[in-house]
């Protein structure tokens, strides 16, 4: 039996490779970062990995046996904005059992609405939350609307004073499912 092939984008971690490559996986030499080439050798993986988003296009040409390590339309539940936006079109559908959200507005949208409910919630803290970014970065807390410090879009919510911690500290939880076992190498490796 051949060996699995894959193809990484620019950026991809070293672990993916280094998970990969103890699974007996084997790199394709193809060093184009797309999916649109003809040629039978850019076409010869079974797994591509890397950073940036495909296109829908890209997706939908994948042979049977082909995966890619993301999901179309995975933004609606990983960009903050998207997130905050279907959340509150579930609460509309479900009711309360959305009710584990915090208040919360995209700004600057939404940002008439927070304004006069920041304005009824005087002393509450808030925290604002960049579009785009990660890992705590632009995140801020402000009582004030002047601490607000809006730079872009954002998502703003009330402030949880006790979150559920895990030994101390603040976390999420994301779930990736995969269909190939090399995912499974990586979860206790990393």
Same mark, same amino acid.
């Given at each position: 039996?051949?060996?699995?092939?894959?193809?990484?984008?620019?950026?991809?971690?070293?672990? %993916?490779? *280094? =998970?990969?490559?103890?699974? @007996?996986? !084997?790199?394709?030499?193809?060093?184009? &970062?797309?999916?649109?080439?003809?040629?039978?050798?850019?076409?010869?993986?079974?797994?591509?990995?890397?950073?940036?988003?495909?296109?829908?296009?890209?997706?939908?040409?994948?042979?049977?046996?082909?995966?890619?390590?993301?999901?179309?339309?995975?933004?609606?539940?990983?960009?903050?904005?998207?997130?905050?936006?279907? %959340?509150? *079109? =579930?609460?509309?559908?479900? @009711?309360? !059992?959305?009710?584990?959200?915090?208040? &919360?507005?995209?700004?600057?949208?939404?940002?008439?609405?927070?304004?006069?409910?920041?304005?009824?919630?005087?002393?509450?803290?808030?925290?604002?939350?960049?579009?785009?970014?990660?890992?705590?970065?632009?995140?801020?807390?402000?009582?004030?609307?002047?601490?607000?410090?809006?730079?872009?879009?954002?998502?703003?919510?009330?402030?949880?004073?006790?979150?559920?911690?895990?030994?101390?500290?603040?976390?999420?939880?994301?779930?990736?499912?995969?269909?190939?076992?090399?995912?499974?190498?990586?979860?206790?490796?990393?």
């Amino acid at each position: 039996m051949l060996p699995r092939r894959y193809k990484l984008g620019p950026e991809a971690p070293a672990l %993916i490779q *280094r =998970m990969l490559h103890a699974k @007996g996986w !084997v790199e394709t030499s193809s060093s184009s &970062s797309s999916l649109s080439s003809s040629s039978s050798l850019e076409s010869d993986w079974s797994l591509f990995w890397r950073l940036d988003r495909f296109k829908p296009t890209e997706v939908t040409s994948c042979m049977g046996d082909q995966r890619v390590n993301h999901f179309l339309k995975s933004g609606e539940i990983t960009q903050k904005d998207n997130l905050q936006r279907n %959340i509150k *079109r =579930m609460k509309t559908i479900w @009711g309360p !059992v959305y009710d584990f959200i915090p208040t &919360s507005y995209t700004l600057p949208l939404e940002k008439v609405a927070f304004e006069r409910q920041f304005s009824h919630d005087v002393g509450e803290a808030w925290i604002s939350k960049p579009r785009g970014l990660s890992q705590g970065r632009g995140i801020h807390v402000f009582d004030t609307l002047a601490g607000l410090n809006q730079t872009g879009p954002c998502v703003v919510q009330k402030y949880i004073h006790r979150p559920l911690l895990i030994a101390g500290y603040k976390h999420d939880l994301r779930l990736h499912p995969f269909h190939f076992d090399i995912i499974h190498a990586i979860y206790h490796s990393a």
